[in-house]
């Protein structure tokens, strides 16, 4: 891993002093979902709060819109049925850079289907502070539909939803089958008061949680199956429903159906770190300067829009997405041989299986009858047997 310089150095311990101060508060033990609310989220100290770059060639990943305008302008064609005609907004959830919300509008302005608003709904005041400057250099008339929110809109809107890698980010718990039943996987500290994984018996609801997982599965979880189980997606799908009166929630993700995600095979889980680029399996290295994941579970992500009134309208890979959307329309339009290479290079990577293109689902939630034409996007390819 590179070395850290001294700022990064100084940062690294003021996480990690505060976690020690959490973690002694709660008796010697935190869950990890509180361990990732620390370290990801704590202002001015969690990952996604600090200040240090996280996206692109100087960050710690690249997400689809920060390759190219490629992916935003195949986005802006499955979202723009219902767009059309004026009157429909537009809500995208942990924007990033703004890579996808500047793509998206420009796209959008030309097939005449802007969004009447377009909000931005940002936890990190400094993604914020990256996003208004990116934003800024769009043309008048695109940039007076902007506006961020810190919440949620009170009123349903009409319109689309987007989440674009953001249910990944979402604190989960880690648990283990054992001998003795379910544990839940925690934070405590070692003799030198270094982060150390640390087990204890999974509470009850935790354990009705995994009763009720494990039942749902084609085998049961079998002693020594390791994973990580989020409950807040639930809650978090039901939010968005409820501020949907007509209109769809489209989102992206790494992450399997429930049958797939809990398979006997997958039985280390699926955490993952992110830091320059490079991917590794310890959540404890330097907390608040790495990324923390989990695949999502797309069948709790149904289930929950089910139980909001949703409708899963689509659910395919990336790939599949994008042929559907046009991304073979977007690489013939108009431009020198170097563009056209670029296109193709950057399409590669989304496409592929060994890159983008299947390890990254895309799954469309609808309310209230929306024409066959509008779910385009998801006709190459139908996975919901799957959840």
């Excluded at 648990?175 to 030198?192: I, P, S, W």
């Excluded at 797939?260 to 399996?281: F, I, K, V, W």
């Excluded at 399409?347 to 209230?368: H, I, S, V, W």
Aim: hydrophobic share 45%; proline share 5%; with cysteine.
């Amino acid at each position: 891993m590179p070395a850290l310089d001294s700022e990064q150095g100084a940062h690294a311990r003021s996480v990690l002093a505060a976690l020690r101060e959490r973690i002694a508060a709660r008796g010697g033990w935190i869950g990890f979902d509180e361990y990732l609310e620390l370290v990801l989220y704590a202002p001015g100290l969690g990952y996604y709060s600090a200040g240090a770059a996280k996206l692109g060639a100087a960050g710690d990943f690249v997400t689809a819109p920060e390759l190219s305008p490629l992916f935003g302008a195949c986005v802006a064609r499955a979202c723009a049925p219902w767009l059309a005609g004026g009157g429909g907004d537009l809500l995208e959830l942990g924007a990033g850079s703004g890579a996808l919300a500047e793509s998206l509008l420009l796209r959008l302005a030309e097939l005449d289907a802007l969004p009447s608003r377009y909000g931005i709904l940002e936890v990190s005041a400094d993604l914020r502070e990256r996003q208004c400057a990116r934003l800024a250099s769009l043309p008048a008339e695109l940039r007076a539909r902007l506006h961020w929110l810190d919440a949620l809109p009170p009123r349903r809107m009409r319109g689309v939803i987007l989440a674009n890698e953001v249910a990944d980010a979402l604190p989960f718990q880690c648990f283990a089958v054992t001998g003795n039943g379910y544990a839940e996987r925690g934070v405590a500290l070692d003799a030198n008061s270094v982060p150390v994984w640390a087990e204890r018996k999974a509470d009850l609801r935790l354990e009705s949680e995994l009763q009720q997982l494990s039942a749902s599965l084609p085998a049961p979880l079998a002693e020594g199956f390791r994973g990580e189980l989020c409950t807040r997606l639930g809650p978090w799908t039901a939010g968005l429903a409820d501020a949907l009166g007509s209109g769809a929630i489209m989102l992206f993700d790494y992450g399997l159906g429930r049958g797939e995600l809990y398979h006997p095979q997958r039985d280390a889980g699926t955490l993952r770190c992110h830091y320059r680029h490079r991917a590794h399996d310890d959540p404890f290295w330097h907390p608040g300067l790495q990324d923390i994941t989990a695949w999502v579970d797309f069948t709790r992500l149904a289930e929950a829009a089910a139980a909001a009134g949703l409708s899963v309208a689509g659910y395919c890979t990336q790939a599949a997405f994008l042929l559907g959307a046009g991304i073979e329309a977007e690489l013939a339009r108009e431009g020198d041989a170097l563009e056209h290479a670029q296109r193709a290079s950057i399409a590669r990577q989304l496409l592929l299986p060994g890159e983008m293109g299947e390890t990254f689902k895309a799954m469309l939630l609808t309310r209230d009858g929306v024409a066959a034409a509008a779910h385009a996007a998801f006709s190459v390819q139908d996975l919901r047997r799957l959840l």
